[in-house]
């Protein structure tokens, strides 16, 4: 098999790709693109490749899929003003990215978020990469049914950015011209854009934005050199052990829930100091008792401590863990150190543009003090 893979276009002057080349004459649309062969894959190759897309998928090139809040450049531009402004909690001192660095995998890093008055979480902060594509809702219950939702829940949590009512967050925003001006072209057709639901789509416009593909990307789309001979062996593993029981899909996971404990009590081999009896919290259905959102894979070397209590720091743990626990196996070595390998793989790059934190407008006399 052989294809073309296309590294820059260039189109009237905007680059998309990695090659850089400059606009030629006047008014002229110029297409430049610079080629490279993929070499033909072996057998060995070619079956594992066509394993892999029974269960995987590359990851879409957006997530600019909610009819209600379609994507501008405003509204996105607006939402990651607010993402990073701690303005949002009534403190000043929080801000979306406190929980969700986007620098460091898109969490914090720590088994359960500090909030308001340093409170802690109940539960472990997901990442904010990739999460608009997560199919079965928001947080590890799924209460919430997307980004646009879930990114209105935090500001008015007790516990978290500790706002006291939707109106006080609106009257903090409301009150800096900059602000007001955003909101108004980032929803145009609205007469009084400035509310509380816009906020919260406006946030949620930027992390649909927040897309990671990766070399296992690659590999997918044909390129049998985009994973070393450890990284395949991971990942024949990853198929034959079982794990794609529950983790699949263009995130390999993020698309059902699944009972944590299917062959033993998970506590007993996480060493979590509280039981936490997962959607049944949200929904008193006996049926969901320890049932947890089965968390997307890609970027899981960047994002422990790792379950919904952060209870694990060492992923070749948690890989162990969860083929005991899921799948009632025992690996070997060998098979952790090929799997922690391919999951590896699945790392891929915030968007530089994303990771620029953007000058906030100031404050004004009118702009509501922080609080403790």
């Known amino acids: 098999m052989r294809r073309v893979v296309i590294t820059s276009v260039l189109l009237g002057g905007l680059v998309i790709g990695?090659?850089?080349?400059?606009?030629?004459?006047?008014?002229?649309?110029?297409?430049?693109?610079?080629?490279?062969?993929?070499?033909?894959?072996?057998?060995?190759?070619?079956?594992?490749?066509?394993?892999?897309?029974?269960?995987?998928?590359?990851?879409?090139?957006?997530?600019?899929?909610n009819p209600d809040n379609p994507l501008n450049e405003h509204k996105v531009l607006l939402g990651k003003m607010l993402y990073y402004d701690p303005r949002l909690s009534l403190s000043g001192f929080i801000s979306c990215n406190s929980c969700h660095n986007l620098a460091t995998g898109g969490v914090d890093n720590l088994p359960t978020s500090i909030g308001h008055r340093w409170q802690l979480g109940p539960r472990n902060s997901p990442t904010v990469l990739n999460a608009a594509l997560h199919t079965v809702g928001q947080f590890w219950d799924g209460r919430a049914k997307d980004v646009e939702e879930q990114a209105g829940k935090p500001i008015t949590n007790p516990i978290e950015m500790a706002m006291p009512s939707e109106e006080f967050a609106v009257q903090r925003i409301a009150s800096i011209p900059q602000y007001v001006e955003l909101f108004k072209k980032a929803f145009p057709n609205e007469q009084d854009p400035v509310n509380y639901e816009n906020i919260a789509k406006a946030i949620a416009a930027?992390?649909?934005?927040?897309?990671?593909?990766?070399?296992?990307?690659?590999?997918?789309?044909?390129?049998?050199?985009?994973?070393?001979?450890?990284?395949?062996?991971?990942?024949?593993?990853?198929?034959?052990?079982?794990?794609?029981?529950?983790?699949?899909?263009?995130?390999?996971?993020?698309?059902?829930?699944?009972?944590?404990?299917?062959?033993?009590?998970?506590?007993?081999?996480?060493?979590?100091?509280?039981?936490?009896?997962?959607?049944?919290?949200?929904?008193?259905?006996?049926?969901?008792?320890?049932?947890?959102?089965?968390?997307?894979?890609?970027?899981?070397?960047?994002?422990?401590?790792?379950?919904?209590?952060?209870?694990?720091?060492?992923l070749d743990s948690a890989i162990w863990i969860m083929a005991k626990v899921q799948l009632g196996k025992d690996l070997t070595e060998e098979q952790i150190a090929d799997i922690k390998a391919f999951l590896a793989?699945?790392?891929?790059?915030?968007?530089?543009?994303?990771?620029?934190?953007?000058?906030?407008?100031?404050?004004?006399?009118?702009?509501?003090?922080?609080?403790r």
Not at 260 to 281: A, C, V
Not at 345 to 371: H, I, M, N, R, Y
Request: with cysteine; hydrophobic share 30%.
């Open 18 to 65: 990695g090659c850089e080349s400059s606009q030629k004459g006047t008014g002229e649309q110029n297409v430049e693109t610079q080629t490279t062969q993929v070499r033909e894959m072996t057998p060995e190759d070619k079956a594992l490749w066509e394993k892999a897309k029974l269960y995987f998928q590359p990851l879409p090139e957006t997530a600019d899929i």
């Open 206 to 314: 930027f992390e649909r934005t927040l897309l990671t593909p990766s070399r296992f990307d690659e590999f997918l789309k044909g390129d049998p050199d985009a994973l070393t001979e450890q990284e395949k062996r991971g990942l024949q593993a990853f198929i034959e052990v079982g794990c794609i029981t529950c983790h699949t899909g263009p995130l390999l996971g993020g698309n059902m829930f699944q009972k944590f404990g299917l062959f033993g009590n998970y506590w007993e081999y996480t060493g979590s100091t509280k039981i936490d009896s997962g959607r049944y919290n949200e929904t008193k259905n006996e049926a969901d008792i320890f049932m947890f959102k089965v968390p997307s894979l890609r970027n899981i070397t960047k994002t422990y401590p790792y379950f919904h209590d952060g209870s694990v720091w060492s």
């Open 345 to 371: 793989a699945l790392d891929g790059e915030v968007p530089d543009e994303a990771l620029q934190v953007p000058e906030l407008p100031p404050s004004t006399k009118e702009t509501p003090l922080p609080q």
